[in-house]
């Protein structure tokens, strides 16, 4: 392990780290987002390239997992911490105070899948229209089909 | 211009002649101003938007009509598709701005997970559709780290002469359209016509201009069409000569550089705290690349230089962008001479068709085909993030499988969505007529954006 997330692991006892597929993964608890989050900004983490979310549907006790991806470029290292949400208004603490530059990625997790960031600026739909119903990316929203009517094709001898 | 003493304490100038190199002209009294020769430096420098007023505050002296709202978009001509904003005006000055996305939204995350693994480029492709080749090599590269295999030599050499040649001619378009808002209409004609010769390579090898589905998890779908070298040969010959043209005609350009030098300015700071990746992170000094720093498909093997500036202005942008060709121009000479020979995927029939003739032979092989176009692979449980250099950044793709034939959750790390964030305060306290500027140097693709 390198020597940034062997401090990232001493100061959070409740953090479990895995390998997936030789990247580092840090489970965090929802309580501890925000801490870790700034703990490892502080240690070199000065880029947070990417959130997002999974929805486990009926597969996991905890429906949501929300995705933070981490890249230090001056260490040249990524670290991808990941939590877990249940179902019921599903809520996690903003990183916008860390990093401006997840405002919009927060946004559209808030938009396709209803979890809702703590702390954040402007919370509000970033890619459907302000008056939709639902979150699109839930395993439960349907996908939605446009019959199409086959006409007769030209035939061909 | 009278004698020397008079000279250097004012200084008859008629703005519209600032910096015309005509020593003859003789300004009249009439219509002419005078002023302090360093006054009217810094009375221009704040016309011209050089100097910005970062630590702005909201004057609430100001009338509330001279504060004004305007929408630009989404069907402005300049937003690049689909890009609407709501800006706040004082007179000519641009105070705050937000950026409203979503009007190109496809729900293109959910169709990927109603499509097989090996259905999936057709879809990604579309995203960023001036760089096709790199949302499919950022999705093919997931998949192969969850299947856990690696793709032929000559498959990797593919993909980087694909991409590379893919960067070169979405730059061309971004330098286009640069050139298209700022008034500089002959470029919009030349890299719109250089793209051509790089596509008719495309069209080539892949059948189609755009949107190829040529990358696909285990290597490529064909090989190279005969006689490739030939092709892209005359094409490095070509765009040599005529990189060295646009620099004639931009570089030292008066207009373009008064237009460009100095507007829509991110410092490093800004950059890296907005995630902003790409040739806007390299033009604000930050020496970034993802083909450096975490390489893929073996392009760690090529010798290539990563171009930064200081400024972090539209000029700097426009250079690095530039420069960025010369250095895959590079690239793709050092992946001609070395192509290795070979097969152009890999062999696990469970993950790429057969050959075509060996369908007709052996029972084995149609089984497979039937399997793989009805069915698609399965892939195991497990989740990637993987990222490559897109032209406009950073193009990651987090997919994870859950063990069917279809990703349980794809979601790409569009980098047009992460740099449009940083368009308020790139135009802070600007003019308004340097909007167009600043987002066209930008190079959003709304397609990435809204996905």
């Known amino acids: ?63 949501f997992e929300v995705i933070a991806n981490l890249l230090s470029m001056s260490l040249g290292v990524r670290l991808r911490m990941i939590t877990s949400l249940g179902r019921h208004e599903p809520t996690v603490a903003s990183l916008t105070p860390l990093w401006p530059g997840a405002g919009f990625a927060e946004r559209e997790v808030y938009d396709m899948f209803g979890i ?31 019959p199409v009517q086959f006409k007769a094709s030209h035939q061909v001898d | 211009m009278g004698d020397g003493t008079k000279k250097e304490q004012t200084e008859i100038l008629d703005l519209w002649v600032a910096g015309s190199e005509e020593p003859e002209f003789q300004p ?5 101003q005078e002023i302090a020769s360093e006054e009217t430096r810094g009375r221009l ?31 402005h001509p300049s937003t690049h598709g689909v890009l609407r904003l709501q800006i706040e005006l004082e007179g000519e000055i641009i105070r705050r701005s937000k950026p409203i996305i979503g009007y190109l ?45 690696d793709v032929p030599p000559r498959a990797a050499a593919i993909r980087v002469l694909m991409t590379e040649l893919n960067r070169v001619s979405s730059h061309l378009v971004a330098l286009a359209t640069n050139g298209m808002d700022i008034g500089a209409l002959s470029m919009m004609i030349y890299g719109f016509r250089e793209r051509e010769s790089i596509l008719a390579f495309f069209e080539k090898t892949t059948g189609l201009r755009m ?15 005969p006689g490739w070298k030939d092709d892209v040969a005359a094409i490095l010959v070509d765009l040599r000569q005529r990189f060295v043209k646009y620099d004639d005609m931009l570089k030292e350009n008066p207009i373009w550089l008064s237009r460009t030098k100095g507007v829509g300015i991110i410092s490093p700071e800004e950059a890296i705290a907005f995630s902003i990746t790409g040739p806007a992170l390299r033009a604000a000094g930050v020496d970034w690349d993802i083909r450096k720093a975490f390489p893929y498909s073996g392009i760690e093997n090529y010798e290539f230089d990563v171009p930064t500036r200081e400024n972090g202005d539209v ?6 962008r530039i420069d960025e060709m010369w250095e895959s121009l590079k690239i793709v000479e050092q992946v001609m001479d070395v192509m290795p020979k070979g097969d152009f995927r890999v062999g696990d029939r469970k993950i790429t068709p057969p050959p075509r003739a060996r369908i007709d032979e052996s029972m084995e092989a149609l089984i497979h085909h039937f399997k793989l176009f009805t069915e698609g692979f399965k892939v195991p449980p497990g989740e990637t993030y993987v990222a490559v250099e897109s032209p406009r950044g950073e193009l990651g793709c987090y997919l994870v499988s859950d063990g069917e034939a279809n990703p349980y ?19 802070a306290d600007s003019l308004m007529a340097d909007t167009v500027a600043t987002i066209a140097s930008m190079d959003p693709v709304m397609g990435d954006v809204d996905r």
């Open chain 2, 45 to 75: 420098d704040t016309q011209f938007g050089r100097v910005v007023d970062d630590d702005y505050l909201f004057d609430d002296d100001v009338a509330e009509d001279e504060r004004m709202i305007v929408n630009m978009g989404p069907q």
């Open chain 2, 28 to 32: 009249t009294d009439e219509g002419a």
């Open chain 1, 116 to 146: 809702n960031f703590e702390g954040h600026f402007d919370l509000t739909r970033i890619l459907m229209p302000d008056d939709w119903e639902g979150h699109p990316l839930r395993k439960d929203f349907g996908v939605g089909s446009v």
């Open chain 2, 105 to 149: 939204h496809t729900g293109m995350e959910k169709t990927a997970e109603q499509l097989t693994f090996g259905q999936g480029p057709t879809n990604v492709t579309r995203m960023d559709y001036l760089a096709p080749f790199h949302g499919e090599l950022a999705y093919s590269l997931a998949v192969e780290t969850l299947l856990d295999i």
């Open chain 2, 315 to 320: 000029y700097d942008r426009y250079r690095v």
């Open chain 2, 211 to 225: 949107n190829h589905n040529y990358i696909r998890p285990g290597g490529v779908v064909v090989d190279l069409p």
């Open chain 2, 409 to 427: 959750r794809m979601h790409t790390r569009a980098p047009s969505f992460y740099n449009l964030q940083s368009l308020p305060i790139a135009m």
């Open chain 1, 1 to 63: 392990m390198i020597p940034v997330l062997d401090t990232l692991s001493g100061q959070f006892s409740q953090v479990i780290w895995e390998k997936s597929h030789g990247q580092d993964v840090a489970r965090v608890p929802v309580d501890d987002w925000y801490a870790f989050a700034e703990a490892a900004r502080d240690h070199g983490f000065e880029v947070c390239a990417d959130v997002t979310a999974v929805d486990w549907m009926r597969q996991r006790s905890d429906r």
